[in-house]
């Protein structure tokens, strides 16, 4: 294994390169979203573990539904123009993100440090894929 300078600013390996299909970016949200609303759902149950009210859990329950189907739909059927659907599913990360965030904003103070680190991790893992998705939407 061995290692380059690119462009003297990143150090990338150049044994291996890495690529997705969409139908892969699709699994990874599907994936991704069954297990926010199992987590959400759990959380809903045990309002305690968490601290966020069960009424504002909801509404990323809700989101969170539809964009699991949403992306398992697009897994199974692999549409025609994929890129379109990718677009879809990065607008709507980007809308249960930002709820998300307004929500652990308004309601910091009622969450037990459990509910913040889960809130925080589940914000940076979303923001990772949407990172990926957005970088091969616009590849």
Not at 2 to 21: E, G, I, Q, R, V
Not at 24 to 30: E, G, I, K, S, T
Request: aromatic share 18%; charged share 10%.
């Amino acid at each position: 294994m061995s290692f380059k300078f690119h462009n003297k600013k990143t150090l990338m390996k150049s044994s291996t390169t890495f690529h997705l299909t969409t139908s892969q970016l699709f699994l990874m949200d599907a994936t991704g979203a069954t297990l926010s609303l199992l987590a959400l759902t759990f959380l809903a149950f045990f309002n305690n573990f968490s601290g966020m009210p069960a009424g504002a859990l909801f509404y990323l329950i809700a989101i969170a539904s539809v964009l699991m189907l949403f992306s398992w739909g697009c897994f199974f059927t692999r549409p025609a123009r994929p890129y379109l659907f990718l677009a879809l599913i990065i607008l709507g990360n980007c809308i249960y993100t930002c709820l998300s965030l307004t929500l652990l904003w308004y309601h910091f103070y009622q969450l037990t440090t459990t509910g913040i680190i889960y809130f925080l991790l589940e914000k940076v893992v979303l923001v990772v894929l949407i990172s990926l998705e957005s970088y091969y939407l616009v590849k």
